[in-house]
């Protein structure tokens, strides 16, 4: 027998309902035991943590979802079934229309492009049908003499049922309706005496069906939640079917109504079918947030809020906080990790997401893309190839047979041409043309591949938390080769023709699309995360509910593709059919059931602004909530400049001022620590003995000033960011040709004055020497070679405006300044240098200098040095991109010139006297921009800002201070972060260190 309860403190009192109504004599080891069903599993887990304290042991009873007692019956009568995932599903749907349409039935439904979306939308008008209860027969004559869409639709339904007798196959519906029909011959309900079926708002007709069948062999009961009688506009829980029995039981002892707090208030005026009055003044009981930024913004300002809460009430806990919202959850849940708050959350996520799904569909892609350059190089990557720097020198292949000429080439070892061959072995062996159980063979193969294998698996080396990463995936692709064996073993079974690659690779992503994986998450009990449909019937001290926007709550799914409302409604089976006015009414039962999950205090939340900055709208709800309460009471607009700094300070109850100073002291004392950019002292031991041996690169001197932790990255970790494909030369590469170009140039002309009257004879020969060390187009890619022409002739046009420079440098000057060194190199550089380069490096001592402050060695190249016959020169260093400004000199954040300076004082020219030292701008032909002593201004260079001697020596000192504090940071092994301030705008380790990670200075930015 199947009747109905109604019961007024269902949700609110568990523990009083299940005393007062079902007893407790079940608790006891012997006799038939009771079964409770729920709908969700969030509800399950909370009637079993009210009940288990109280009632101290189950005795046999069992707590089930719906498909478990589903499963159970299926287990005994059918266990040769086999179940049909959601993503098999689509590929038999895909079967049985292929079929149809080749033999002509389904000629509306054959034009539509056979993509993911396409079987997808299909399958829900499959799954409305049989959640309708809808048989294949009776939907067809339904239609009979209807439209042509709905006529095709019944006979992909027909021919989709017959597949799944003939396979034995199930999905979640056809197994209700198994079960229903089984449910006679199992024998589990000998063991059973009742079955409660525990808070459910509405029942598919198939699930009715099979509920009323199971009343049929023992008592059972729907108990619903009475709560929200009587209330405005909503659609009370109920069956479609009629039931015989029916009765309502109103608790005697209700929970306290009252307008005492304004928590309180909203939950029993909130679409009350009469006014109450609100509390005379205001509580901390209900907030109404409203943030400006979007939905990141929105559950930052909750994340900061919980900390508040936590940090105020000793007596809460974070498992007793509940965040129910309709964003993502992984996002939320990201969010709120970021502040430290631990997060208890089912997540689930596309397994088409994953990293290793995107691997299986790899190899499609990379063909499909015909063998487009970024994605053979994730195939390689994926397949455990790095491609060498030497990869990205060439000119990007574009066939598969010059990928296997070029990768083969580069290979140095027999080892790594093994390695290639085996791998692209994979993409010659997937074929253009065939059939799925082909398709399905080969992708096996490249799942089982030992080079995809070990790009996944866990290695002892591996650090957190990558570690736990890569086991997680190796989860996914146990699971991927459940699915494709699965899918295989499906489309042996049916006969199919041959499909293109495309198709397949539309079918296999469809599959993955739908499959779900669980994502692991901390097992430590934290702060609930839940979607609202999750959220009823539990209870929490505190709610926060977020996304009360329009078009997120309430949200509507859309009616069907081919099963329209209007159409559906004019049927006699209309009832069966969900229509959008049920959906708008449920939402708002849903939104009551979420308010009443608040025990103690209740925060609502909404967006006044998109991330982009548009303005958004509230949710009705959210209105009906405002139209309740008193103006100027419970309203909070969050401003967004407060949340920056919530990861860094959180607010404190007494004695705020000692807490905030000690955890200042701890922030400095942490900085200074041995895990805040300072190694310890073995390591600074290893750098001392590396350092005070060999000299340093004044380059590097400048990196660290700039940024310690970049200078480590790069220097000492030897951290190398693949640079994309260049077709043509980078700017640093024709950099690096200019110089060599000039080098070549001047040496036949040291010591000689250009002449203006020759300048067409220099330019021919510039041209000359452009064309000999200026990459030549060997290729047959037009393309290239039209850039490469650009390219030389763009070069040529810039060392011919340096020619004219130097003609009038010389007029200007009388000739007296000209070449003498050309890369003179110091410090052991002699590959590419001028003769008289000397392999002594710069010394640098500091006076009364301690053992544990050894003298500074630097070694390096100066690009050219002009001299006169008097001992006066004048350093240049060549650029050519943007020079340094004379400020970046001046205050030591540049030592190239200074110390170039000195190099040739102390190593070339003793008893010279420099003149200046300039950076020499190719692009602009300007030599310019450095350091100028007064002295230039007598020999004709007409200069701004030229140094006294007292300023000419604060530089050079200045520059030697900033150099030794440098070289001292280093030896004692310090790398920390540079100065949030002085963060360079770009710096390739950013990725690294996160200087600049969501939550800080540059979160506008960033959102």
């Known amino acids: 027998m199947l009747q109905i309860m109604r019961h007024s403190d269902l949700y609110h009192d568990p523990v009083a309902f299940v005393q007062n109504v079902v007893g407790v004599e079940w608790c006891q080891s012997h006799g038939k035991k009771p079964v409770f069903l729920f709908p969700t599993q969030t509800l399950l887990e909370f009637w079993e943590e009210q009940l288990l304290p109280v009632i101290g042991s189950w005795g046999g009873t069992r707590f089930l979802l719906f498909d478990a007692l589903v499963r159970e019956i299926l287990d005994e009568t059918r266990p040769e079934l086999i179940d049909l995932t959601l993503g098999s599903s689509v590929l038999l749907l895909r079967f049985v229309v292929q079929e149809l349409a080749q033999q002509g039935l389904i000629p509306y439904l054959a034009q539509a492009f056979p993509s993911a979306s396409f079987y997808t939308a299909l399958r829900q008008e499959l799954l409305l049908l049989k959640r309708a209860a809808l048989d294949p027969p009776v939907f067809f004559k339904m239609v009979k003499g209807g439209s042509q869409p709905l006529q095709e639709l019944a006979l992909v339904y027909d021919r989709f049922q017959q597949c799944l007798n003939q396979r034995q196959l199930a999905d979640a519906e056809e197994k209700i309706r198994l079960a229903t029909v089984d449910s006679v011959h199992a024998t589990c309900w000998q063991r059973l005496e009742h079955l409660w079926v525990i808070g459910f708002t509405d029942f598919t007709p198939q699930q009715e069906a099979f509920l009323h069948q199971i009343g049929n062999l023992i008592p059972v009961t729907v108990v619903f939640d009475h709560g929200p009688a009587k209330r405005n506009g909503i659609l009370l829980p109920a069956m479609r079917t009629p039931v015989r029995q029916e009765k309502v039981l109103i608790s005697s002892a209700g929970p306290d109504k009252a307008a005492s707090s304004g928590l309180n208030y909203l939950q029993a005026a909130l679409w009350a079918p009469e006014s109450l009055l609100p509390p005379a003044a205001s509580d901390d009981s209900l907030e109404l947030f409203k943030v400006k930024g979007g939905s990141r913004y929105e559950i930052a300002a909750i994340a900061v809020a919980i900390k508040d809460l936590l940090a105020t009430d000793p007596t809460l806990t974070a498992d007793q906080i509940g965040i129910i919202t309709v964003y993502p959850l992984e996002q939320v849940h990201q969010i709120l990790a970021s502040y430290d708050l ?499 490096p710069l010394v640098l001592s500091i006076e009364h200098a301690s053992p544990d402050q050894p003298p500074l060695k630097l070694w390096g190249k100066i690009d050219r040095v002009d001299t006169d016959g008097a001992g006066n020169f004048v350093v240049y260093d060549y650029k050519s991109g943007k020079a340094p400004t004379k400020a970046e000199i001046t205050t030591g954040k540049r030592l190239q010139l200074p110390f170039y300076l000195l190099a040739v004082l102390q190593l070339f020219r003793p008893g010279g006297k420099p003149v200046g030292a300039a950076y020499y701008s190719l692009r602009q032909a300007d030599r310019f921009r450095g350091i100028w002593h007064q002295e230039a201004l007598d020999f004709g260079i007409n200069i701004k800002g030229a140094l006294s001697d007292e300023e000419w020596e604060a530089i050079l000192g200045n520059a030697f201070s900033v150099a030794f504090r440098s070289y001292y940071g280093m030896l004692k092994g310090k790398f920390p972060f540079c100065p949030p301030d002085q963060c360079p705008h770009y710096c390739v380790y950013q990725p690294i260190c996160h200087h600049l990670s969501w939550g800080g200075e540059d979160e506008d930015e960033a959102e």
């Open 342 to 840: 631990p997060v208890t959350v089912n997540l689930r996520r596309p397994i088409g997401e994953e990293p290793a799904a995107k691997a299986l569909l790899q190899p499609l892609e990379t063909i499909l893309s015909d063998y487009e350059w970024a994605e053979m190089i994730k195939f390689l990557r994926i397949g455990g190839i790095i491609p060498e720097e030497e990869l990205y020198g060439v000119d990007p292949p574009t066939t598969f047979a010059q990928w296997q000429r070029t990768l083969t080439n580069l290979a140095a070892t027999a080892e790594q041409k093994a390695l290639i061959h085996a791998l692209l072995s994979c993409l010659d062996r997937l074929p253009r043309q065939g059939t799925y159980t082909q398709f399905f063979q080969t992708s096996l193969a490249w799942l089982d591949h030992p080079c995809l294998i070990k790009s996944f698996l866990p290695l002892n080396r591996t650090p957190e938390p990558y570690l736990h990463a890569r086991f997680y995936q190796t989860a996914v692709l146990g699971k991927l080769r459940g699915l494709l064996q699965k899918a295989l073993a499906l489309a042996t079974a049916v006969q199919t023709p041959e499909v293109s690659l495309h198709e397949f690779y539309l079918t296999l992503e469809a599959i993955l699309a739908l499959e779900s994986s669980q994502k692991p998450t901390s097992w430590a009990s934290g702060v609930r995360l839940l979607t609202p449909e999750e959220a009823r019937g539990v209870a929490f001290r505190v709610t926060f509910v977020a996304g009360l926007n329009e078009g997120a709550m309430p949200h509507l799914t859309p009616g069907g593709w081919l099963l329209q409302e209007e159409t559906t409604q004019k049927w006699p089976t209309r009832y069966r059919f969900p229509t959008n006015v049920e959906q708008l009414l449920r939402e708002r039962l849903l939104f009551f059931y979420v308010v009443n999950t608040a025990r103690e205090k209740l925060v609502l939340s909404c967006c006044q602004t998109s991330a982009e900055g548009d303005t958004l709208n509230p949710s009705s709800f959210w209105e009906d909530v405002d139209r309740l309460l008193p103006a100027g009471q419970y309203r909070k607009e969050v401003k967004v400049d407060q949340l920056r700094m919530a990861r860094q300070m959180a607010k404190y109850p007494a004695d705020l001022d000692s807490e905030i100073r000690q955890k200042i002291r701890g922030e400095l004392a942490r900085r200074q620590s041995n895990t805040n950019g300072q190694l310890g002292p073995e390591a600074a031991t290893l750098l001392q003995s590396i350092w005070t041996v060999k000299p340093l690169s004044i380059s590097a001197l400048e990196s660290y000033g700039i940024c310690p932790f970049s200078y480590f990255c790069r220097y000492w970790l030897q951290i190398k960011p693949l640079a994309e494909p260049e077709i043509i030369p980078s700017r640093l590469t024709e950099g690096s040709i200019a110089h060599l170009i000039l080098r070549e140039f001047f040496l036949q002309r040291r010591g000689e004055v250009l002449q203006r009257n020759r300048l067409s004879t220099y330019t021919e020969e510039i041209r000359a020497l452009v064309e000999q060390y200026y990459p030549q187009d060997h290729e047959t890619s037009m393309l290239r070679h039209n850039l490469l022409v650009l390219g030389r002739e763009n070069l040529v046009s810039t060392l011919t405006k340096v020619l004219q420079e130097e003609v009038d440098w010389g007029e200007k000057t009388d000739g007296r300044f000209t070449p003498r060194y050309l890369e003179l190199g110091f410090g052991g550089i002699t590959e590419e240098a001028d003769a008289q380069s000397t392999p002594a």
